[in-house]
């Protein structure tokens, strides 16, 4: 648990229930959260982008953060940002699940930038990357271990409710990933999407530009001084932080994690 989320938000973030129009994206921190958040929102729009005055994080809210109330309070469809695992993410049969993976290297580089710059809740604004991956590869972070969460949500990625998608795949093909997300949400979405400008607007107001920019405004709470919310947006900047031991390290606890499962078809690229 973060240390900078109220505890009774998470408890009783943990006893929501869930509703079948919910749209729950579920991920791994860093993995392309709010990327998702804010297409799914955008193709609710028709492509019309969040106000001035609006954040991602008050028309999507994080369900452990916020707790049950302020979800209670949205709008139907609700878009719930989590990074619960599977088992305790709430349920329901008819509500949507998008999770969204991304391979591990760029996750903890992301991470742990994302850590250094929350200076009001982790004391690691000097911290080094050596000292992060330590806590990373122990699961000693906040939403614990990564395998943890990734490999239960695998196991239910061919679940009629569940639609799972890699931040990878989404940089190479954004207007695939779109159209995907589309159908998933269903006919409505689906229609919509098939209007070129409509899936024009969702992928200029989804682009990494035009969500830096945005993000001036949604994430007030980082120093000037640290790497912003929405940072680099590339695959593959682990290649400048890691050093061959910690490489092998991490692919070993992949193989370790995900033995039995086919998860490494998905980043063949880092895993070899
Ligand atoms: S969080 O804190 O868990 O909600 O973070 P999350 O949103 O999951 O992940 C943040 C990383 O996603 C990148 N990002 C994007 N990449 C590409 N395109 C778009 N539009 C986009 N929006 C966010 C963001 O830059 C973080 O990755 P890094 O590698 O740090 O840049």
């Not at 229930?17 to 392309?32: E, L, N």
């Not at 035009?210 to 900047?237: E, L, T, Y």
Request: net charge negative; proline share 7%.
């Amino acid at each position: 648990m973060p240390l900078g989320f109220p505890p009774e938000g998470f408890i009783c973030g943990l006893n929501y229930q869930a509703q079948p129009s919910d749209i729950f994206i579920a991920t791994y921190p860093k993995c392309g959260t709010t990327w998702t958040q804010y297409i799914v929102w955008l193709i609710h729009h028709q492509g019309e982008p969040l106000l001035d005055s609006q954040k991602i994080g008050d028309v999507s809210p994080h369900l452990e953060e916020v707790g049950q109330e302020m979800i209670m309070n949205l709008p139907q469809p609700r878009i719930i940002k989590t990074h619960l695992p599977y088992h305790l993410t709430p349920y329901h049969p008819q509500a949507k699940y998008i999770y969204v993976a991304r391979n591990p290297f760029d996750c903890v580089v992301s991470f742990y930038h994302h850590t250094r710059g929350f200076i009001k809740h982790y004391d690691f604004a000097e911290g080094t990357f050596d000292d992060f991956f330590e806590c990373f590869i122990r699961g000693e972070v906040d939403f614990g271990d990564y395998f943890e969460n990734l490999v239960p949500w695998y196991q239910h990625k061919d679940n009629d409710n569940v639609l799972f998608l890699t931040y990878e795949a989404m940089k190479e093909n954004l207007d695939k990933a779109i159209i995907k997300i589309a159908k998933f949400l269903g006919s409505d979405c689906y229609k919509d999407i098939q209007n070129p400008e409509i899936l024009h607007k969702v992928m200029k107001y989804s682009s990494f530009e035009s969500m830096s920019q945005a993000q001036q405004r949604w994430s007030s709470q980082r120093p000037k001084n640290m790497p912003p919310f929405i940072r680099h947006g590339k695959i593959g900047d682990w290649k400048n932080y890691f050093s061959t031991e910690q490489t092998q390290r991490l692919r070993d606890k992949f193989r370790i994690c995900t033995a039995g499962t086919d998860l490494n078809q998905l980043w063949r690229d880092f895993l070899v």
